[in-house]
């Protein structure tokens, strides 16, 4: 069987076990399982200009948490948003903080590209917490989660957290489709140029710096989705989401995964969050709790991975095949 | 503002910025010379306040805990070269920011581990813990001016070290060029060995001397490293000269930031945006002048 | 059709205080091939460098089809119908030839600001590429991973792509450098044959393709134009055998 029909038969095998969870699993697995896949879609959106374009941003996490803050601050108090206007206004806004930033940035390279993104995402964290804006450092409280009806008929509730699981699922199916056909299409292939040789797509004619702004806006705006989703799981949206600390495990999961694949972010957001899990649950023994000190494995893990697994994961699994 | 207030603010500034280039300055090398990107660099300072406080305790004054605590940090950096650092060298940007990044939650945690995770104060030493009498109610505390000569002290000898040794000769050649300093035959391990080990005992001297005045707690490495970062990049990477004056220059920006108040709207533009200048100097720096004040033009 | 399709003037090119080129004025015409030669350290990749935009000029114009298009970007210029191929290669080496030549093609459309619908759909680009491939005389190798091929090979990439772009004007870098004899005479009859429709501005080493195919000279030696002519002209100048020809000896 040709590898492309073994790894689509594998796709679907794996969308049905995911479809079937919520029947099968208690909800602290379903709800574990939706931030998964949240944060999978976040690592996606970073995978797009670190993997795809080679742009490696470590200012990502200001558009998942200015989302967040836009859901907070267009819903009523104490009171639902509508969600088929919520999110589309979320995602827009971070896409135009994307596009403000994205403009600047992109005029420069290689270190000090990621020094500027630092700046501009440590800038917007600066003016939430030490304002009084937006609640400060404590951050808002989104008291009722978003409401999904469509004029009245109200197919899923996203306060029960099995529907909640299934709408996430369905957005992830749709962000994970969009970039496989986005990877193929003709500005994918631009893209890709781009991250192995700019200058010579320069001289072929092609104005990169406008590719690299698009696709940084299209990051943005999907980095937005899971932020205005991890809002709405949180309940709750503060600085801490735009932080660098943030963007930095984010950067993390997607290196973790294998860089520029397709598979490779959502690999590594579920194995990041499952090792994180796993470091927390480790047992208590003789008064030492290392289920309270996860962040020591954790560190441990991500050197090993700097240092030895330069594909990351994907990449122990396709061993040397080479990109595209 | 009347004088007296004035003198504080600028003594404060003056203080914050000289100390801010002891932790950046060893990042600017470290980030000129090796072209290693270290997000731990901020934890070192942070390693060097809890020293401070468990060395003193132990030994019973800061005296004897600061070049203790000198030492213990050479031969960590010396440690973390050697283990992980050098392998750096070969593998790009991602990487170092990967690797460093897992650094800093292993450090963290060991100190959590080791010191736990609550605040604590280090006593200042009897001989500094005057004040200076300004006016009838204000008075400026010797310590900070120890602190900002210590600072001074490093800076000089920092300054001998790179400009009139011939170690510092080799530094300055590895920042501009590392293939010529090798092809030299000049042992570059033992230069980046050393220039680590350097940048990690300055950060954590810092934090030492700062330790009696900011307190002993655990964010504090976070706080500081993106700060850093700014005084890097205004100065212009790999330049001290240039972390002198980025550090100065932001700690003038942020210490009278936080206490002017102007109203620009309805919002308050300071002190509100103080800390959110700092960034937006070093984005401005990035965008029209990517090599910062000192650096070598690209 | 003997007005210059590309022109440059007093073109010059300064690093600090290194003058790389310097006051060079010469004229390419569609149809004809102008050869430019010298020895090592001439300026000769510099002047492709400042025609094609790759680095901006110090002071001069370059004029094409009468437009002054000194202070364009590569981008634009590429666009304008001047393409060129590099000495050190500089090609997309994870990617197929197929792949380099595709690019090169897609290039010229309006805008490649297209997400959904997959690029290789385009049968029209594919078979531009498929075409610049076999008349770069590498039909069948497309599949080929770029840094698999061989030196020779690449060079000819080289020139596929900047066939597939539609040029009016090929700036060619030392397209023959690395070459076997057999390769390079398909590569010189190819010369032969673009010229007719195009205009070629080429740098090479190789003095018997020179000579074989230039209807213009220019020698450069260390950054200013020695001597400019027909090739019987420039074979009979002693300035040019001191300078160059004589120590390089065909």
Known sequence: MSRSNTLAIAAVVILIALALLPFVAEKFTVQFATRILIMAIFAMSLNLLVGHAGLVSLGHAAYFGIAGYCLALSSPQYQAANFWTSLPLAMIAAGALALAIGALVLRTSGIYFI???????????????DTGIAGGSDGIFIYARPDIGFFGWRAFDLEKFGDFYFVVLALFVVVFGFIGVLRASLFGRVIAGIRVNEPRMRSLGFATFRYKLVCFVLAGMLAGLAGYLAAVQFGVVNPDMLGWHFSGAVLMMVILGGMGTLAGPVIGSAAMLLLEIGFQSLPAVDGINPGKHWQLPMGIAIVLVALYLPNGLTGLLRRGRADE | ?????????????????????????????????????????????????????????????????????????????????????????????????????????????????????????????????????????????????????????????????????????????????????????IDIDLLYRFVFALGVALAALAGMIAAPVSSVFPAMGNQVLIVCFAVVVIGGIGSVKGALVGALLIGLVDTFGKVTELPIGGLRFLPELAGMSVYLLMAVVLLWRPAGLFGKSS | MNEAILRTRALSRHFGGLAAVSDVSLACEMGQVHAVIGPNGAGKSTLINVLSGDLPASAGQVLFDGRDITRLAAERISQLGIARSYQKTNLFLPFTAFENCRLAAQSRLSSSMHFVRPALGREDINAAAQRSLAQAGLAGRGDVIVCALSHGEQRQVEIAMALATRPRVLLLDEPLAGMGAEESSRIVELLRELARDHAIL?????????????????????????????????????????????????
């Not at chain 1, 020094?115 to 917490?129: C, D, E, I, V």
């Not at chain 2, 002891?22 to 990042?27: N, P, R, S």
């Not at chain 2, 505390?141 to 602190?147: A, E, K, M, S």
């Open chain 1, 115 to 129: 020094m500027a993104t630092l700046a501009f995402a440590q800038m917007l964290h600066s003016l939430l917490h």
């Open chain 2, 1 to 185: 503002m009347d004088f007296a207030t004035f003198l504080i603010q600028l003594l404060n500034a003056v203080q914050y910025g000289l100390l801010l280039f002891l932790i950046a300055g060893g990042l600017t090398l470290i980030l000129g010379i090796m072209g290693i990107i270290n997000l731990a660099h901020g934890s070192f300072y942070m390693v060097g306040a809890y020293l401070a406080w468990s060395l003193s305790m132990h030994l019973g004054s800061l005296w004897l805990a600061i070049p203790a605590g000198i030492v213990l940090s050479v031969i960590l950096g010396l440690l973390l070269e050697w283990l992980l650092i050098r392998r750096l060298y070969r593998l790009g940007h991602l990487q170092q920011v990967l690797l460093t990044y897992g650094l800093i939650l292993i450090v963290e945690e060991l100190r959590s581990i080791i010191w736990g995770d609550d605040v604590h104060g280090v006593p200042m030493p009897e001989l500094l813990s005057a004040s200076i009498p300004l006016t009838d109610t204000l008075a400026y505390p010797v310590y900070r001016l120890w602190i900002s000569a210590v600072c001074v002290v490093f800076a000089l000898l920092l300054y001998v070290l790179i400009q009139r040794t011939r170690l510092g000769m080799m530094i300055r050649a590895g920042a501009s060029n590392r293939e010529m300093v090798q092809s030299l035959g």
């Open chain 3, 202 to 250: 080429l740098v090479e080493h190789d003095m018997d393709a020179v000579f074989a195919v230039a209807n213009t000279l220019t020698v450069m030696v260390n950054g200013r134009v020695l001597e400019s002519g027909s090739p019987a002209q420039i074979r009979a100048s002693r300035a040019v055998q001191e300078a160059y020809l004589g120590v390089d000896g065909a």
